[in-house]
């Protein structure tokens, strides 16, 4: 069964840093791409990065490219996310999902860990 | 960016009811999206992929269809666990986008 468990939430203060993490399992950590997606508070969903099963390719939008910095270890089966430079609008529920075999599908999704920026 | 529209943002049914959830494309996405159903206080669900195809595990009464630009989630026959918000994925090109959300009430 796959499971996902996300940590590293918390509450911080604008210009401040966060790393969360996501445990995996279930799965062969390495053939399956990961993504984090967001929702802010009463918001709808926001893809925020992914990474291949190897680790060696990352995905972006636009938007989120340079204070976002997804990463994975396999040996640890754990994916992360670097936050810099928080602002008051990146207070969201942070998912981790896995990516199906048809890429870009997210198939299974952990219970999400709240960030919350203060000001 | 490809935006995806969906229609209606809400709606009131009744259990038994059959409900039609659309999500317009802004552009042609062929086949490529998905759809995800959530609970209050819940992680998102995979319901439909490739349009069309029902994810494992997930009820018959689900249904999905069309290609382009136009997009339909069927629920047959509306049950009690189904009240929720359902919302569509493009994976067409970067960067994936999501509709604003269908919520889904009891009448």
């Known amino acids: 069964e796959v499971h996902l468990v996300e940590s590293g939430g918390g509450l911080v203060q604008r210009g401040g840093s966060l790393r969360l993490s996501c445990a995996a399992s279930?799965?062969?950590?390495?053939?399956?791409?990961m993504s984090w997606v967001r929702q802010a508070p009463g918001k709808g969903l926001e893809w925020v990065s992914s990474?291949?099963?190897?680790?060696?390719?990352?995905y972006y939008p636009d938007s989120m490219r340079g204070r976002f910095a997804i990463s994975s270890d396999s040996s640890k089966k754990t994916v992360y996310l670097q936050i810099l430079s928080l602002r008051v609008e990146d207070t969201a529920i942070y998912y981790c999902?896995?990516?199906?075999?048809?890429?870009?599908?997210?198939?299974?999704w952990g219970q999400g860990t709240l960030v919350t920026v203060s000001s | 960016d490809i935006q995806l529209t969906q229609s209606p943002s809400f709606l009131s049914a009744s259990v038994r009811d059959r409900v039609t959830i659309t999500c317009r494309a802004s552009?042609?996405?062929?086949?490529?999206l998905a759809w995800y159903q959530q609970k209050p206080g819940k992680a998102p669900k995979l319901l439909i992929y490739?349009?069309?195809r029902l994810q494992s595990g997930v009820p018959s009464r689900f249904s999905g269809s069309g290609s382009g630009t136009v997009f339909i989630l069927t629920i047959n026959t509306l049950q009690p666990e189904d009240f929720a918000t359902y919302y569509c994925?493009?994976?067409?090109?970067?960067?994936?986008?999501f509709g604003q959300g269908t919520r889904v009430e009891i009448k």
């Open positions: 552009q042609g996405i062929s086949s490529y």
């Open positions: 490739s349009a069309s």
């Open positions: 279930g799965f062969t950590f390495t053939n399956f791409a």
């Open positions: 994925q493009q994976l067409h090109s970067y960067p994936w986008t």
């Open positions: 999902a896995k990516l199906g075999r048809i890429f870009g599908v997210h198939d299974y």
């Open positions: 990474v291949s099963g190897d680790g060696g390719t990352t």
